[in-house]
């Protein structure tokens, strides 16, 4: 699904990603966990093809292709979600024009039919309900005065009903209470289906007690340091990011 | 004093018409006139350089001219071509209460009416408005009876062809209580210099609906105006949709003559490449209780440039006036210009105003976040920035006309965004 190579990469000429290997087969789950500063939400936006991150060395291949030759909608197309960590706001465009192009957008990809504007509709209400936003949200502005556990949880809907291969999900329990940990954590975990991927990037093992991962990789100063399984999560949760070294806490403290 | 405006005076001081003694105030004050320059505060931002370089002659006779046809419209055309009238008005089947005629030959009537508008709603600052005043030879006079509630659209279209100038003039009376619906459509892209200039006077208790499309571009140099007079408790309603030339401008002047009128105007301009498109309006509260509400909203993208200024002049007697002017433009480019001005004059203590205006950009940040969701990005432009366009043109009362524009507009923002 998608092979990471030893990727460099800065941001404004600093370095951020040293030399970041990951192999995700389809269907796994991997749990990116990592100090604040450590280049997690940097790898989401290179992988979704956010402008002004230079890579300098390094390859990403995505379902057998070269990634960073893509351009940002072309990711999208082809399968690749990432679920923002802060989604903007944008008045003026409603949630339902907003998701109703970007699904067509991805159905015409894959050689498939537009929606009409009914069977739109009904797709956006069963994801609606399932991460138990009320219908409302459809018609309001994208994200336009929703809280952040709302934004989140539209995020979510967005996921399920544009089905992609890969998905990213940046943070997404952060700023959550526990019940919507919990819609994130069932949203997600109703996608899983043996094919479909997810990069879970987070700060805390909390959501990973929710979907569980395959495998958890501890992120510090730009590279992988440390690869386990669930239980890595659970390490880090009692002990901290202490065992990564006073180099690396001072660099995070930077 | 510049060799071409030498050379206008001279032609209109040949012109022998009927409308010979009004061109005479004209040629006076144009021979008094000093060429523009950027020092003159109303041409400061817009140069005339593209005009002094065309090559044109007057036109002479045009051909017959097929215009679109716009579906669910069914309006009553009135064709020009470089300024010249195609249409037999004597074919057109006019409803009751409307009266149509060439400027060319009218009756001793029309002629009386043509007296009391021409060149007494357009005030004579306008340099270009006075060249019109002595060069316009075809035009039109539409004259609505009192109470006439005319529901079919009047269509005036003006077709600017390669090396030619033309100048015509529309001349319109609402009576008292009176409808009606004019729309003024200009086009051309071929180099050519023409002038256009309509004053409107709305009767007591009359509405207009009125709409200016000034699609020319590339070297088709347009230069006009609108200018309305309200009676007491007249209605207007007015849209102009702009594309930019080489030199493009237009001049709206809404009086507030009556008390209790109220007048909406909307504009939008939109321009790409190295166009210019140049704003002025004037609203004049001269009696009181008026209302005015302006809404002016563009996009420049390439190396494009527009001028808006808005002056709102609320007169001492004016109490109880209520006017609002906004405009609002979006940047493209780095290279392109927008030189915003609202101006505000107010001499009367009772009255509600607000202007403001704004320019900004793309946000990136907004456009990744579309573009992540596998949105094409001309559409994602489209979604993020054409909104506060698409809503002025939504608010057009003729739908039909609105649906017609919608799409070229969308295809222009899209060109333009592309570049």
């Given at each position: 699904?998608?092979?990471i190579k ?7 000429q600093k370095?951020?990603l040293t030399g970041?290997?990951?192999d995700i ?11 604040n500063?450590?280049g997690?939400s940097?790898l989401g936006f290179?992988?979704?093809g956010?402008e002004g991150?230079?890579?300098s ?6 379902q057998?292709?070269?990634?960073l030759?893509m351009?940002i909608e ?12 802060y989604p ?12 109703k192009e970007?699904?067509?957008a991805?159905r015409?990809q894959r050689g498939e ?11 956006a209400k069963e994801?609606c309900t399932?991460?138990?936003l009320?219908?409302d949200f ?7 005065g929703?809280?952040?556990g709302?934004?989140?949880r539209?995020?979510i ?9 890969l998905?990213?999900?940046?943070e ?9 940990l919990?819609v994130v954590?069932n949203?997600v975990?109703?996608?899983r289906d043996?094919?479909?991927s ?5 700060h ?14 501890i992120?510090a ?6 690869t386990?399984d669930a239980s890595?999560?659970?390490d880090?949760?009692?002990e ?6 006073q ?8 | 004093?510049s ?5 206008l ?5 040949v012109?022998?018409?009927?409308l ?10 144009l021979?008094?006139a ?7 505060e109303s041409?400061?931002?817009?140069s005339?350089?593209?005009?002094e370089?065309l090559?044109l ?13 716009i579906e669910?419209l069914n ?5 020009f071509?470089?300024g010249?009238?195609?249409?037999d008005?004597?074919l ?9 005629a ?6 001793v009537?029309?002629q009386s ?7 007494k709603i357009?005030?004579q ?5 006075l060249?019109?005043?002595?060069l316009?030879?075809?035009g039109l006079?539409?004259?609505?009876d ?7 659209p ?9 090396g030619?100038e ?7 009376r609402?009576?008292?209580?009176a409808?009606?619906?004019?729309i003024e ?9 023409s002038t256009?200039f ?8 009359a509405?207009?609906?009125?709409y200016?499309?000034a699609?020319?571009?590339?070297q088709?140099?347009?230069?006009g105006?609108c200018h309305?007079?309200?009676k007491?408790?007249?209605r207007?309603n007015s ?6 030339s080489d030199l493009?401008?237009?001049d709206?002047d809404i009086i507030h ?7 909406k105007l909307?504009a939008v301009y939109?321009?790409?490449?190295s166009e210019?498109?140049?704003l ?5 509260h001269v009696?009181?209780?008026?209302t005015t509400?302006e ?10 440039k527009?001028?808006?200024?808005g002056?709102?002049?609320?007169h ?10 906004h405009?609002r433009n979006l940047?493209l480019s780095r290279r392109?210009?927008i030189?915003?001005?609202p ?5 009367a203590?009772d009255v509600?105003c607000?202007?403001?205006?704004t320019?900004?950009?793309t ?9 992540s969701?596998g949105i094409?990005?001309?559409k994602a432009?489209?979604m ?5 366009i698409q ?16 799409p070229q507009l969308e ?9």
């Amino acid at each position: 699904m998608l092979k990471i190579k030893n990727l460099h990469a800065s941001v404004e000429q600093k370095n951020i990603l040293t030399g970041l290997n990951l192999d995700i087969k389809p269907g796994e789950v991997h749990a990116i966990m990592g100090p604040n500063g450590a280049g997690k939400s940097t790898l989401g936006f290179i992988l979704s093809g956010r402008e002004g991150y230079e890579v300098s060395e390094g390859k990403i291949e995505f379902q057998g292709e070269d990634l960073l030759n893509m351009a940002i909608e072309e990711r999208a197309r082809k399968g690749l979600f990432l679920a923002f960590q802060y989604p903007v706001e944008i008045p003026g465009v409603s949630n339902m024009a907003f998701m109703k192009e970007s699904v067509n957008a991805i159905r015409e990809q894959r050689g498939e039919t537009p929606l009409t504007a009914t069977e739109f509709l009904k797709k956006a209400k069963e994801a609606c309900t399932q991460v138990q936003l009320s219908l409302d949200f459809l018609k309001r502005g994208v994200n336009e005065g929703f809280s952040g556990g709302e934004k989140k949880r539209n995020e979510i809907m967005q996921m399920i009903l544009l089905e992609p291969s890969l998905c990213i999900l940046d943070e997404s329990d952060s700023g959550l209470d526990i019940d919507a940990l919990q819609v994130v954590a069932n949203g997600v975990n109703s996608q899983r289906d043996g094919k479909r991927s997810f990069i879970i990037i987070t700060h805390y093992q909390r959501l990973l007690d929710y979907i569980k991962p395959d495998y958890v990789h501890i992120l510090a100063s730009g590279k992988v340091v440390k690869t386990g399984d669930a239980s890595l999560a659970t390490d880090v949760e009692k002990e901290g990011y202490a065992f990564l070294g006073q180099d690396n806490a001072e660099e995070t403290n930077a | 004093m510049s060799q071409l405006l030498q050379q206008l005076i001279d032609r209109g001081q040949v012109i022998d018409d009927w409308l010979s003694p009004l061109r005479a105030h004209a040629l006076e004050a144009l021979s008094n006139a000093k060429w523009p320059n950027r020092r003159v505060e109303s041409w400061k931002y817009t140069s005339l350089a593209p005009l002094e370089q065309l090559e044109l002659s007057p036109s002479a006779k045009a051909d017959k001219a097929i215009i679109d046809d716009i579906e669910g419209l069914n309006s009553l055309d009135l064709v020009f071509v470089d300024g010249k009238l195609q249409s037999d008005i004597s074919l057109l089947p006019l409803p009751k209460g409307l009266h149509i005629a060439s400027l060319l030959d009218p009756s001793v009537k029309e002629q009386s009416t043509a007296n009391a508008l021409f060149a007494k709603i357009k005030p004579q600052r306008h340099l270009f408005g006075l060249i019109n005043d002595a060069l316009a030879e075809d035009g039109l006079i539409i004259d609505i009876d009192a109470g006439a509630k005319i529901e079919q659209p009047i269509r005036i279209v003006n077709l600017s062809s390669d090396g030619q100038e033309s100048h015509h003039r529309i001349l319109v009376r609402l009576g008292s209580h009176a409808s009606a619906t004019v729309i003024e459509h200009g086009q051309g892209n071929e180099a050519s210099l023409s002038t256009g200039f309509a004053e409107y006077e709305i009767g007591e208790q009359a509405y207009l609906e009125h709409y200016r499309l000034a699609m020319h571009t590339h070297q088709a140099i347009h230069i006009g105006g609108c200018h309305f007079s309200l009676k007491q408790k007249a209605r207007l309603n007015s849209t102009l949709i702009a594309y930019g030339s080489d030199l493009s401008r237009m001049d709206v002047d809404i009086i507030h003559n009556g008390e209790h009128a109220k007048a909406k105007l909307n504009a939008v301009y939109l321009l790409g490449e190295s166009e210019r498109f140049d704003l002025h309006s004037t609203i004049e509260h001269v009696m009181p209780n008026g209302t005015t509400q302006e809404n002016a909203r563009g996009i420049v993208g390439d190396k494009a440039k527009a001028v808006f200024n808005g002056r709102i002049h609320i007169h001492r007697d004016a109490q109880k006036t209520l006017a609002e002017l906004h405009n609002r433009n979006l940047l493209l480019s780095r290279r392109g210009q927008i030189n915003t001005k609202p101006e505000l004059e107010i001499y009367a203590d009772d009255v509600l105003c607000a202007h403001g205006a704004t320019v900004a950009e793309t946000e990136e940040e907004t456009l990744y976040y579309l573009l992540s969701r596998g949105i094409p990005r001309s559409k994602a432009l489209v979604m993020l920035n054409f909104g506060f366009i698409q809503e002025l043109v939504n608010q057009m009362p003729n739908q039909h006309l609105a649906q017609w524009l919608k799409p070229q507009l969308e295809a222009r923002f899209v060109e333009m965004e592309v570049k």
